[in-house]
């Protein structure tokens, strides 16, 4: 079936495939453009770009768990005016869609960072990534907070006016992902990134201390798949018109497939790409054929398809 329909739309931003890199597991596409063409996948999701320049969190960064890794980057990256000078110009030449991820510390450095990219030319949306600490507010997290979610959301809204799709990222970390979720669609956001990582920590046995320099990290990779299949399923419930691009823990065209069930619109991957550079391929393909075998005439009639009732 070579003519199947495997697009999908994320607010008013239309892609071929659903399956997309995720922010910060591919940088601004280059490594993995070595493996293959990005113009084959849905979009490249740039890691998160901050106003300034970042060196980021202390070293180490990064440990190994079961099932999974942890990191604590801490958003390093070449902040805005380096990264609209080379990196998308680099992406729109590869005629790649291009999600420029951004990510601040206050609710006017995502209106600034806002204002910046949305003229710049070849951007299918916007990700905003509120699961930063807010440094306004004792560094609790934008992400696990109502009214700091929503007021990030409405700014960004309010600076870019309404031609470029805003998908605000949320974290699993909260009681009532639902409510974060629809407070932010109130606010102006088109579609919905779930899950961020979930916050972990590991204990080094040889110094008896946190083994990460920043303490805690964000746990990726197979571990947590099973928490985003809910997140996915429990919004999707609560708003089953909003877009959700789903991730966490994708690293075969099953895995994706589960994620699309549970009601997202596209699937974004991360940590697999780390072991195996071909994987955002290889899912989009195995995803592809999954779909056509199980009597789908289309992505989108798959896209929620495990909320019917058995009798439908």
């Known amino acids: 079936m070579s003519n199947f ?20 597991c591919a940088s601004s596409g280059k490594e993995l453009a070595q493996f293959f063409p990005l113009k084959d996948i849905g979009a490249v999701v740039t890691k998160s770009v901050m106003n300034k320049p970042r060196y980021g969190r202390p070293t180490p960064r990064m440990a190994e768990t079961p099932s999974g890794m942890l990191n604590s980057i801490g958003l390093q990256g070449p902040g805005i005016e380096a990264f609209l000078a080379k990196d998308i110009p680099w992406l729109v030449e590869q005629n790649s869609r291009v999600i420029i991820s951004i990510a601040g510390e206050t609710v006017e450095e995502y209106a600034t960072l806002a204002r910046k990219v949305r003229s710049v030319p070849g951007i299918s949306a916007i990700e905003v990534n509120i699961s930063c600490p807010n440094v306004e507010n004792r560094g609790l997290v934008f992400a696990c907070d109502p009214d700091s979610s929503r007021r990030v959301i409405d700014g960004v809204r309010k600076t870019i006016g309404g031609e470029i799709p805003i998908i605000a990222k949320l974290s699993p970390d909260v009681t009532n992902l639902p409510s974060i979720a629809q407070g932010v669609v109130e606010s102006g956001a088109d579609a919905l990134a779930l899950i961020n990582t979930v916050l972990g920590m590991v204990i080094n046995l040889e110094t008896m201390r946190p083994h990460l320099g920043g303490k805690t990290g964000g746990l990726s990779g197979p571990a947590i798949k099973p928490v985003a299949v809910r997140a996915i399923y429990q919004v999707h419930a609560a708003m089953p018109d909003v877009p959700i691009l789903g991730m966490g823990g994708v690293s075969s065209g099953r895995d994706a497939l589960e994620l699309i069930l549970a009601g997202a619109s596209g699937v974004s991957v991360g940590t697999a790409s780390f ?21 789908f005439p289309t992505l989108k009639s798959a896209i929620g398809y495990a909320h019917r009732e058995a009798s439908e």
Not at 5 to 24: E, Q, R
């Open 5 to 24: 329909d495997f697009s999908t739309t994320l607010g008013n931003a239309f892609f071929n495939t659903p399956v997309f890199t995720a922010s910060g």
């Open 275 to 295: 072991g195996n550079p071909h994987a955002v391929i290889e899912i989009q393909r195995e995803l592809r054929e999954l779909l056509i075998a199980k009597g």
